[in-house]
């Protein structure tokens, strides 16, 4: 697979723009290898557990794995929740998983995900503009806005306001299927989405070739180089053929092994 970033993400992170993108793979590779081992421990048809693995593990690894770039600026913004999401040159980066179904990208928030009150908070303190969540109110409707709790809220504060990056990725049963990312705003409070750049596909970075090493001691004297010894052969010496003897050998001792042996035949 190859290891293109896109030109938003180039632009939104810079120098830092490769090493984000392999940070977000990993993690959700990270994700993919708990949730099918807790599936295999599991033991069971249902996906309860496995489910849970990827919910909070998605969170988790994605955390550690921005963490570990040391990217200046980085934050974990949290949110009283398994819901803890790192905050890299301005994007709050939102993972998310969606069904398999060979399509591209959903235009709407995934229909087997909930849209709780939370993600809407995370959309709402991302968004470049102020929503309400009523489309089209009926005259005399109030229509209440949605109150942020403090980090999020502290986000919506902030000049310029942090976008967010969604990665919506496919996992089934076997693992992980497809990724993308892409900055995104939450229109409505059904769901629709408003991609602010491309939908990338997320692919695997190249991983490091391997290179057979030059031998930069070639010419160094090793235990194994040069020519080999000739080493004298022990023989008879002139008296000793001229008298017919043998030559001497070494007997092997025996052992109590050979005699156990001997002793039972």
């Given at each position: 697979?190859?290891?293109?970033?896109?030109?938003?993400?180039?632009?939104?992170?810079?120098?830092?723009?490769?090493?984000?993108?392999?940070?977000?793979?990993w993690s959700l590779e990270d994700t993919q290898e708990a949730t099918l081992d807790v599936r295999a421990a599991a033991r069971s048809r249902y996906g309860f557990a496995p489910g849970g693995a990827r919910m909070t593990n998605q969170f988790e690894r994605l955390v550690e794995r921005i963490l570990d770039l040391r990217v200046e600026g980085t934050e974990i913004v949290k949110t009283g929740t398994w819901y803890k999401l790192p905050l890299v040159h301005n994007t709050l980066l939102f993972p998310v998983c969606t069904e398999?179904?060979?399509?591209?990208?959903?235009?709407?928030?995934?229909?087997?995900?909930?849209?709780?009150?939370?993600?809407?908070?995370?959309?709402?303190?991302?968004?470049?503009?102020?929503?309400?969540?009523?489309?089209d109110p009926l005259p005399d409707l109030e229509a209440s806005e949605l109150?942020?709790?403090?980090?999020?809220?502290?986000?919506?504060?902030?000049?310029?306001?942090?976008?967010?990056?969604?990665?919506?990725?496919?996992?089934?049963?076997?693992g992980l299927k497809r990724a993308w990312w892409g900055m995104v705003e939450l229109l409505d409070e059904m769901g629709t989405l408003g991609w602010l750049t491309e939908r990338s596909l997320l692919?695997?970075?190249?991983?490091?070739?391997?290179?057979?090493?030059?031998?930069?001691?070639a010419d160094d004297d090793r235990f194994d180089s040069g020519d080999l010894p000739e080493?004298?052969?022990?023989?008879?010496?002139?008296?000793?053929?001229?008298?017919?003897?043998?030559?001497?050998?070494?007997?092997?001792?025996?052992?109590?092994?050979?005699?156990?042996?001997?002793?039972e035949d």
């Open positions: 697979m190859g290891s293109s970033v896109p030109q938003w993400a180039r632009e939104q992170y810079g120098d830092d723009a490769d090493a984000i993108r392999a940070a977000v793979w398999v179904d060979g399509t591209e990208p959903p235009s709407h928030w995934p229909r087997n995900r909930e849209l709780s009150g939370l993600v809407k908070e995370i959309f709402a303190a991302t968004s470049p503009t102020t929503k309400l969540w009523v489309a109150v942020l709790r403090p980090s999020l809220a502290e986000l919506a504060e902030r000049d310029p306001r942090p976008h967010l990056v969604l990665v919506v990725y496919e996992m089934d049963r076997s692919t695997a970075p190249e991983r490091t070739p391997l290179f057979a090493v030059s031998d930069l001691n080493v004298p052969m022990a023989g008879r010496s002139d008296e000793e053929r001229k008298l017919g003897l043998p030559p001497t050998t070494e007997a092997a001792e025996e052992t109590e092994d050979d005699s156990a042996e001997s002793d």
